[in-house]
């Protein structure tokens, strides 16, 4: 009788009553139970046969040697990335040829399967859409707005980003797979301890040389919220396949200005490469340590990591995931902040006042800190308007130079984002006074500063705080802007 | 009409101040109350009477703002007045209760969730509780599992709890030589907190004291010999060991050399909350054999086989866990083991 009279609320302080009565060791002993449980279901269905495969004992070994399973990892990262940037040439010149290029993809065709290709059919998308709104007889400025703003910023953004994206993630997947990533987190923990931070933010960071807003959200698996949000802000140091591009032209610039070009050209922008790449890991190893002990101060968490046996890898799944997952989500909000920058580009190209496009007025606005920098107007506008995606930075940089009065006789079109040559960007870039020191200066610019609009988005989404947003977007740029402060200063006083 | 325009500016920022203020004002006596009807919980745990006087001392208000605190605390009927004895009504004793908890478990998710260090959670924990709701701190609650005691080793009250206070003595008065567990670190003032605390000393763990005086006593914690003062001994409560360690012989994790094999006895005490509970999960339970595999650089981490499984350990952790050196063991009773 009484037991019908109980409602739910009695129930839930009974047993909030009877939970103050339990001890410490329950938890240890229900858990033990469990296990010991499951060991007598083991025990008597399992048999283990005795012969099995000591290999995977010695490939432990080598892998997570001390001594050269440190090489082994350089090894095995700057091979996935020299595929990455190797393989992603011929598909970025197809997509950039199907959407991009005059001509489209006739110049590919012809460069690469050796077929000249029909007048009728060499159209990129972005012709056709001009042609298109010459069709519908839209007003100019609408035109130049939604192709040569919008529609070109979003091209180019899918032509550079995606290839190397497709090629990175599946190799990053495949080695995920085949169970060694939690063998480097566990090779590069002695780092990261003494950094204050966690052993599996080494994953992370690799998987931000792919796309850091996929890096960022890969901290999800980092159960310390001190240690994670640390992960996140030092996410950005890593340099991405989006900045690969830009790193590259400018140690071809080097190559070419300093060196005559020529032969050298390839391994002094591989160089340049692994030079960024080693400082940014410098720097966000820095960066983790000064963190850990001032705002994200606290004890280091539990380091537990499990290291699965080696497995072969499932190679349709490792596609799929890779592809849709990782590529596809980061691409499609790639896409999204991409927009609102193609109208920015095209605003500042093409709005003129009094008789001067508008952003020649913050050009010169931005010249006396750029110049300060060692860089100058032309390079930091284009940073600002590239924010949301780091690719377009080489190409705005061309656009904007081409605004410059007295560049006007160039067979290139002002007032959009154009590809060049890496001679013909050498050549633009001596013409406007830059130097070695504005090189240098704009590969530190490029590894430290704000992280990509992507990433900004995705860390505020992961940490769901304004502060820790403004932080790891702003520490970077701060640090970037002092640093080529100081190395133009000293270059100035120098030489 | 220009200076029209700047004067009503000026006054509208002039309100919008004279609001914040005003707000922030409120907010701050409303957090003294709160401030003192913890007191008054703390005091009447520790068998004290209660006074106006006594709580306005500890506090350190003067007579007229601690009149103000009561005066509100008597508005809302939270206490009631007797001569000079405050003594709380059932929604006052609510309301400590509540703060108590929230305290102590925002306390437990600093340290033992976050990872932050204890001598600094409790000035948080102090901004925080005011604001915390009954039912986010009852999500909380089921978040850290259902802790019974927070970092400082105090009794975390369930929602509708009654007030008991531990059974635990101050070291000070401690008898020579008999091995006690650390059940409580007073958490004020931080300096002594911090002193405490760097001499080994935190709840669960198991110290002797050797030697006193009547100004300090000696200890030991682990193998290593300390003195305290007697009145940071008063900061620390002890009780009879719960649990005698067994004749087995134990030694930490971290002390297997690469290649050797044992087996776990316990998962230290001094280990708690979620890095407890993650040990446990991944199947680190008493009986376990375990073997370690391989170190890394420096050996800041070992790679361990445990139930067919390798897991990686940092130092600290693989410190946390007992176990008992098997090679001793012959192998009938190993694969015996393995049932255990």
Request: include cysteine.
């Amino acid at each position: 009788m009484s037991e019908q009279s109980l409602t739910p609320r009695d129930y839930l302080s009974q047993i909030d009553s009877l939970r103050q009565g339990i001890d410490d060791s329950f938890r240890d002993e229900l858990v033990g139970e469990i296990y010991t449980h499951a060991t007598m279901v083991t025990d008597a269905t399992v048999t283990e046969k005795d012969n099995g495969p000591a290999w995977d004992e010695k490939l432990d070994w080598l892998l997570t040697h001390p001594v050269w399973g440190w090489p082994l990892m350089i090894f095995i990262f700057a091979g996935v990335f020299w595929l990455t940037v190797a393989g992603a040439n011929v598909p970025s010149a197809f997509l950039a040829g199907l959407l991009i290029e005059e001509g489209g993809l006739r110049e590919w065709m012809s460069e690469y399967i050796g077929w000249a290709m029909p007048a009728a059919l060499s159209y990129s998308g972005y012709e056709l859409l001009h042609m298109l709104m010459d069709l519908i007889h839209s007003p100019e400025w609408l035109a130049s707005l939604l192709v040569d703003g919008i529609y070109l910023c979003v091209a180019w953004v899918v032509s550079v980003m995606l290839p190397p994206m497709a090629i990175f993630f599946p190799l990053f997947t495949l080695l995920e797979d085949l169970g060694y990533l939690p063998r480097i987190a566990f090779n590069m923990d002695p780092l990261f301890k003494k950094s204050g931070a966690h052993g599996k933010q080494a994953l992370t960071m690799a998987m931000g040389f792919g796309c850091n807003a996929a890096g960022v959200t890969a901290c999800r698996i980092i159960d310390s919220p001190r240690e994670k949000l640390i992960a996140i802000i030092t996410n950005n140091f890593m340099i991405c396949n989006g900045r690969f591009p830009t790193v590259i032209a400018i140690g071809a610039i080097i190559a070419s200005t300093q060196l005559g070009g020529g032969a050298w050209a390839g391994t002094v922008a591989a160089l340049t490469v692994i030079a960024v790449v080693g400082i940014g890991v410098v720097v966000m190893f820095g960066v983790n340590f000064v963190l850990s002990r001032s705002v994200l101060r606290g004890q280091s968490s539990t380091f537990t990591l499990e290291l699965p046996p080696y497995r072969k890898p499932a190679i349709l799944r490792i596609i799929y995931t890779s592809l849709i997952d990782r590529t596809m989500f980061v691409l499609a909000r790639a896409c999204v902040v991409a927009a609102p920058a193609g109208i920015a580009i095209w605003a500042v190209a093409n709005i003129n006042v009094a008789d001067q496009p508008i952003g020649l007025y913050i050009m010169q606005f931005l010249e006396p800190l750029g110049w300060l920098m060692g860089l100058s107007g032309v390079i930091l506008l284009a940073y600002i308007i590239a924010i949301p995606a780091n690719e377009i930075v080489v190409p705005t940089v061309v656009m904007l130079i081409l605004l410059l009065p007295g560049m006007g006789e160039t067979s290139l079109q002002a007032g959009r984002m154009v590809e060049v040559g890496n001679d013909q960007l050498a050549q633009m870039f001596t013409a406007q006074g830059w130097n070695l020191m504005t090189c240098v200066c704009f590969l530190t610019f490029v590894l430290l500063h704000n992280p990509c609009g992507t990433t900004i988005w995705t860390i505020w989404k992961e940490t769901n705080s304004w502060k820790w947003t403004a932080v790891a977007t702003l520490m970077p740029v701060v640090m970037g802007i002092a640093a080529c402060i100081l190395i133009a200063t000293t270059w100035r006083l120098l030489a | 009409m220009t200076t029209f325009a700047i004067c009503s500016l000026l006054v509208a920022v002039w309100l919008m101040l004279a609001v914040w203020a005003m707000q922030r004002g409120r907010r701050r006596y409303r957090e003294q109350q709160d401030d003192a009807l913890k007191l008054i919980a703390s005091l009447k745990l520790e068998n004290h009477v209660p006074t106006v006087s006594r709580v306005g001392g500890i506090m350190g208000q003067s007579p007229d703002r601690m009149m103000r605190i009561i005066d509100g605390l008597l508005e809302q009927h939270w206490v009631n007045l007797n001569d000079d004895r405050l003594s709380f009504t059932d929604t006052g004793r609510e309301r400590a209760l509540h703060l108590l908890r929230a305290h102590r478990l925002l306390e437990t998710q600093m340290v033992y969730d976050a990872g932050m260090p204890l001598d600094q959670v409790h000035q948080h924990a102090d901004r925080q509780e005011h604001r915390i709701t009954q039912e986010q701190l009852d999500q909380l609650n089921e978040h850290l599992g259902f802790p019974a005691y927070d970092p400082h080793g105090d009794p975390i009250p369930a929602a509708n709890a009654l007030l008991t206070s531990s059974h635990s003595i101050p070291l000070s008065q401690w008898e020579i030589g008999k091995p006690a567990t650390v059940v409580h670190v007073e958490d004020e003032p931080p300096a002594a907190l911090r002193k405490v605390l760097a001499m080994g000393i935190s709840p669960g763990q198991t110290i002797t004291v050797t030697d006193r005086d009547e100004k300090r006593l000696t200890i030991q914690v682990d193998e290593t010999q300390h003195t305290m003062s007697n009145t940071l001994a008063l900061g620390v409560r002890v009780r009879d060991m719960t649990e005698q360690p067994s004749v087995v012989v134990v030694q930490p994790l971290s002390t297997l050399e690469v290649g050797q094999t044992g087996r776990i006895v316990a998962i230290s005490s001094t280990c708690q909350g979620f890095q407890r509970r993650r040990l446990l999960d991944l199947g680190l339970t008493p009986g376990t054999l375990i073997t370690a595999q391989f170190g890394n650089l420096g050996r800041s981490a070992t790679a361990y086989k445990v139930r067919h499984t390798l897991i990686a350990l940092r130092q600290e952790q693989a410190r946390q866990i007992l176990i008992q050196d098997t090679s001793t063991i012959d192998t009938e009773s190993k694969t015996l083991s393995h049932v255990i």
